[in-house]
Nanobody
Framework: EVQLVESGGGLVQAGGSLRLSCAAS????????IGWFRQAPGKEREGVSY????????YYADSVKGRFTMSSDNAKNTVYLEMNSLKPEDTAVYYC?????????WGQGTQVTVSS
């Protein structure tokens, strides 16, 4: 059974930090592009960052560049999203996503709330 389980969300003041984790199981981790998405109330889901399946390069949305860092621990089949200098506009449910060809898996999401 394929599973993506996010954790690490919570309530933090503006300027603070959080680290999200996404633990993957049930598929070959290295074959997949792994990404973080977020969805704020009333807004569409947007991509935050991802690690490519080809060379494991990391990409970031302009809105988080310089503040967020995505990393992976292949031995643990886990990806992380280190979020620093958080802003109220970062408030959203954060989702982990894994994609390989036609296979597309999502986690259940973890809430991040940044207070001003």
């Amino acid at each position: 059974e394929v599973q993506l389980v996010e954790s690490g969300g919570g309530l933090v003041q503006a300027g603070g930090s959080l680290r999200l984790s996404c633990a993957a199981s049930g598929f070959v981790f290295d074959d997949y592009a792994i990404g973080w998405f977020r969805q704020a109330p009333g807004k569409e889901r947007e991509g935050v960052s991802y690690i490519s399946s080809s060379d494991r390069s990391t990409y970031y949305a302009d809105s988080v560049k310089g503040r967020f860092t995505m990393s992976s621990d292949n031995a643990k089949n886990t990806v992380y999203l280190e979020m620093n200098s958080l802003k109220p506009e970062d408030t959203a449910v954060y989702y982990c996503n894994a994609v390989f060809l036609e296979r597309d898996y999502w986690g259940q999401g973890t809430q991040v709330t940044v207070s001003s």
